[in-house]
């Protein structure tokens, strides 16, 4: 699967960078503004799809929980010049879709679209390693903006779109290497708590004639991501 590569080819981009440019030192001790952009590999997973109100269908059977997609981050902070960074960042719309079934209506899935972004707060601790390399450990906390929707069965049948604004966390690890005096490449993985999910009621009608139908899921992302960042004078 196409997807499952990007890991790989980040890691290759990054070798290449470090290959061709000269060794800076860590720029870990200058102080300034920096700005930074980011793509990001992100693989989505729906939890607790389990919790969706669906009455009268039997068991729960599970679907398409995960997703893989890409997207973009965008970041502005502060470097204090002892090893500590705080910025707040901004991470793309990406839409996620996700099925679950019951054992009552084995081929009339729920079809769950996710959609959602992020505005993060981020502290970065580096740690310099020498040669212009560094290491550092990652904490953010923040607000996810998530759309849900979907419908069942097939898309006539729609639930009600809700939005919801969710406390977010992200934890993580990565590795940077100084390009030049100014530039700096980060390759980094971290994970992202993003929260609950649920869309609106059945638009539907269902045998009983009744709106108690919802989907539900607790969204999270595994990410890797690679970065330039631009430090200012």
């Known amino acids: ?65 995960s997703a893989e997609r890409f997207t973009g981050a965008f970041a502005a902070g502060y470097q204090f010049g002892n090893g500590w960074r705080a910025e707040g960042e901004y991470v793309a719309r990406a839409t996620s879709a996700f099925t679950s079934g019951s054992t009552a209506f084995p081929t009339s899935f729920n079809h769950d679209r996710i959609s959602s972004q992020r505005f993060m707060l981020n502290g970065y601790r ?26 069942q069965g097939n898309p006539s049948r729609q639930f009600d779109r809700t939005t919801q604004n969710n406390l977010t966390y992200a934890v993580g690890v990565g590795v940077s290497y100084a390009l030049a005096k100014r530039w700096t490449v980060d390759l980094g993985y971290r994970y992202a708590d993003m929260g609950h999910a649920q ?33 200012f004078d």
């Not at 997807?3 to 102080?31: E, G, H, K, N, W």
């Not at 740690?127 to 979907?150: D, K, M």
């Not at 009621?201 to 970065?227: C, K």
């Open 199 to 231: 869309s609106g009621w059945n638009a539907f009608a269902n045998a009983p004639g009744l709106r108690d139908e919802q989907l539900r899921a607790n969204l999270v992302a595994n990410e890797i991501y690679l970065g330039v960042r631009f430090l």
């Open 1 to 65: 699967m196409r997807l499952r590569t990007l890991p790989t080819s980040l890691t290759a981009i990054a070798a290449a960078c470090v290959i061709t440019a000269p060794a800076f030192a860590s720029q870990q001790d200058q102080p300034g503004y920096y700005v930074s952009a980011r793509t990001v590999y992100a693989r989505q997973q729906a939890n607790n799809m389990d919790l969706s109100l669906r009455p009268r269908i039997g068991s729960f059977a599970s679907g398409k929980d």
């Open 126 to 151: 580096d740690f310099a390693l020498g040669h212009g390399f560094s290491a550092y450990a990652s904490l953010g906390l923040g607000i996810t903006n998530a759309r849900s929707g979907g419908w």
